[in-house]
């Protein structure tokens, strides 16, 4: 079943729209939906190495971009909708008491954020909910979603074809690894 969903995936990537299906996953996990664009992204890479950097900077776009509707709603919609999905997330109890703390540290907290597995629409509602600059979440939203992607981009255009072998030849083991750091980065959100 793993191979079959990895060839689907693989087929997927090379598809003409797979641009515009990247960059509204991207654009949704910034604000709303729980699975990171990577997934994506990286087999897009694997099947078409030398568009690599072109695939990157549509996720950063599309993620910047998603990451403002997601402050927006916690600016403008916390009550309707923030607060649904950061309860969804398990993490509404601490909002009060994290909001002076997350102000302190909004820099690094969106970086952080961005540049790991840790769920970005998190950090983008809680930005807007706790009113961080919005000039600062911009800044810090690009730095840290164009290091990620663009850092996995080389990464794979200069290594594609071995990562693309190895992944192949050892799908379990790789499909094992993502679901461990995909649930490590949702405990995370929910004992943080």
Same mark, same amino acid.
């Given at each position: 079943m793993i191979r079959t969903l990895y060839d689907w995936t693989m087929s997927l990537a090379a598809h003409p729209r797979a641009m515009w299906a990247l960059a509204l996953v991207a654009f949704v996990e910034a604000s709303i939906f729980p699975i990171p664009p990577d997934v994506l992204m990286i087999t897009m890479i694997i099947a078409t190495p030398t568009r690599a950097f072109r695939i990157a900077a549509i996720a950063t776009v599309?993620?910047?971009?998603?990451?403002?509707?997601? /402050?927006? %709603?916690?600016?403008?919609? /916390?009550?309707?909708?923030?607060?649904?999905?950061?309860?969804?997330?398990? &993490?509404?109890?601490?909002m009060a008491e994290f909001n002076q703390r997350f102000n302190?540290?909004?820099?690094?907290?969106?970086?952080?954020?961005g540049l790991?597995?840790?769920?970005? &629409?998190? %950090? #983008? %509602?809680?930005?807007?909910? #706790?009113?961080?600059?919005?000039?600062?979440?911009?800044?810090?939203?690009?730095?840290?979603?164009?290091?990620?992607?663009?850092?996995?981009?080389?990464?794979?255009?200069? /290594?594609?074809?071995?990562?693309?072998?190895? %992944?192949e030849r050892r799908l379990g083991l790789v499909t094992i690894v993502f679901v461990v750091v995909l649930a490590a980065g949702f405990y995370a959100v929910r004992f943080m």
């Open positions: 599309a993620s910047v971009l998603g990451g403002l509707a997601g /402050y927006a %709603i916690g600016a403008l919609a /916390y009550d309707t909708l923030g607060a649904p999905i950061l309860e969804s997330l398990g &993490k509404t109890d601490s302190d540290a909004g820099f690094w907290a969106v970086l952080i954020a790991t597995p840790f769920p970005f &629409k998190v %950090i #983008t %509602i809680m930005s807007g909910w #706790t009113g961080m600059p919005l000039a600062t979440f911009i800044t810090t939203a690009i730095v840290a979603r164009a290091g990620r992607f663009f850092l996995v981009a080389w990464l794979l255009h200069r /290594y594609g074809a071995p990562i693309r072998d190895f %992944i």
